[in-house]
């Protein structure tokens, strides 16, 4: 089979919502540069009502969204191809890395096998990586995690590896749910991550976690930071993410009352925020 290879320029803030109605029309391999996209779709996929709408989607983003170029390649070369441009990668204690990968774990390092069959939870977001970073310094073995979008599972899974008791995943996602749960078993943490389909009403009101983490959008996380809160032990922990710097103020002013700001970090225009529950 052959392969359209579309070269779309696009900024990086539209790049994730772009890519989602993408995957809905069997577009594959997304690689992200700075202002564009990188991906690819089986030629004779792509009809016209397709084209129009990623030209009616790019007309929506403000700036010079245009699908730049388009060439056909080789079913054969079209795997290589972005295959090699997926590159395992160091994240603070982890190494996470496609299954294909010959790379070795060297030193201490603690393996996360993830394959990228969705661009978000592949490690090669900013925001995966903020979030893969905090965790070491915010979980206590023995800890019960909550892991609100999980996507590809990756969060869950280090903290299974890290030395969690349970991990209770989570997305709204059908697809995702299915991806992280193959992921679990892949990364032979079966006994200790559990992925539901829904959101945080799929989350035993009773049922309580030393640490909840969250990477979605701003908007969300506001949402759901009540119920987030409200399943935290005492002294539990919050880890957020999917944030713009700018978009701090908005969940400070949302925190629930007994919830406290413990911590920022930032990649980019990406931050990562810590919150912890003080007295009981
Ligand atoms: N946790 C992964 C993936 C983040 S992508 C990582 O850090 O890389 C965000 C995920 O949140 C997506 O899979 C999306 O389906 C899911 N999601 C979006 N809104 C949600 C909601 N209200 N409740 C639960 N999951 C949600």
């Known amino acids: ?10 900024a990086g803030r539209y790049q994730e919502s772009l890519i989602a109605e993408l995957m809905e029309m069997e577009f594959n391999g997304f690689e992200q540069q700075e202002e564009r996209i990188i991906t690819y779709v089986p030629r004779g996929r792509l009809s ?7 030209e009616g989607i790019l ?5 010079e969204g245009r ?23 160091r994240i603070g204690p982890f190494l996470v890395r496609p299954t294909w990968s010959r790379e070795a774990a060297t030193g201490e390092a603690v393996v996360l096998e993830i ?3 969705m661009s978000f939870g592949t490690g090669y977001h900013e925001t995966t990586r903020l979030m893969l970073r905090a965790l070491p310094g915010l979980l206590d073995e023995g800890d019960r995690v909550l892991d609100a979008g999980t996507g590809t ?35 032979g943490v079966k006994a200790c991550v559990e992925v539901r389909l829904g959101s945080l009403e799929a ?8 640490l909840a983490m969250a990477n979605i959008e701003r908007n969300t996380i506001v949402e759901l930071l009540e119920p987030m809160a409200a399943r935290l032990a005492p002294g539990g ?3 957020l993410s999917g944030l713009l710097s700018s978009d701090r103020g908005a969940v400070e002013e949302a925190l629930p009352a007994g919830l406290q700001l413990t911590g920022e970090s930032r990649e980019n225009d990406w931050i990562a925020l810590t919150a912890r529950r003080t007295g009981s």
């Open 67 to 89: 699908v730049e170029s388009e060439k056909v390649i080789a079913d054969r070369n079209w795997n290589e191809q972005w295959e090699r441009t997926i590159r395992p990668q």
């Open 153 to 187: 599972g990756i969060l869950a899974i280090a903290a299974c590896k890290l030395g969690a008791s349970r991990a209770l995943s989570v997305d709204i996602d059908r697809w995702s749910v299915t991806n992280a749960r193959e992921n679990v078993l892949l990364n």
């Open 203 to 210: 989350v035993d009101e009773e049922e309580r976690f030393e």
């Open 115 to 117: 394959d990228p069959k």
């Open 48 to 54: 016209a009502g397709d084209r129009e709408r990623i």
């Open 59 to 63: 007309a929506d983003c403000p700036g």
């Open 237 to 239: 922990r919050l880890l």
């Open 1 to 10: 089979m052959n392969y359209l290879k579309l070269v779309i320029s696009v």
